[in-house]
């Protein structure tokens, strides 16, 4: 008889996640539950997501763990094309009221990609690079710097040091 008495982490997706899900989780005995948000817009969501889910879907998530006592955390990416300074502030509100438990990453477009074409046509991206451990490095320009810079430090003071940055630049 194991149930309950090994803790656990996991992934999930807001889409499909649901009360039965969420049930049998807290039986198991989970002790934390992470989701892939992704972004706090809508707009943003669709471009990354083609419409599979919504920032609704996200809210819905988040409700059912906290009905259930599920600890829950969230992905983030910022910087991805087409997000505005609009978007961001969207995304830093969700995070500030749903989930003061987050990674946020910059989103890193990697070679042969549609967003690697859109980032190098916009000149949002000067190049890239591999580092020494052979992690895939972009280069930003200096605007999307500039603002991405200024949502971590937003939130590195509203929330203190309950997020994780992963920076590659």
């Known amino acids: ?52 889910f919504s920032v609704k879907d996200s809210i819905n998530a988040i409700k059912i763990c906290q009905k259930y006592k599920i600890p829950y955390s969230g992905f983030f990416m910022l910087g991805s094309p087409y997000e505005t300074e609009k978007d961001i502030l969207e995304t830093y509100n969700f995070i500030k009221k749903y989930c003061p438990n987050f990674i946020a990453y910059q989103t890193v477009p990697f070679p042969g990609t549609e967003i690697w074409d859109y980032a190098l046509k916009n000149k949002i991206i000067k190049g890239a690079a591999f580092n020494d451990s052979g992690l895939l490095t972009t280069i930003l320009s200096n605007n999307l710097l500039v603002l991405l810079t200024g949502f971590f430090l937003a939130i590195l003071f509203e929330f203190g040091t309950t997020f994780i940055i992963v920076w590659n630049a």
């Open 1 to 52: 008889k194991l149930l309950g008495k090994i803790e656990f982490a996991c992934m999930g997706t807001a889409k499909t996640f649901n009360e039965e899900i969420a049930s049998l989780l807290k039986k198991l005995n989970v002790i934390d539950l992470t989701f892939g948000f992704e972004s706090g817009s809508e707009k943003v969501l669709n471009y990354l997501k083609s419409g599979y």
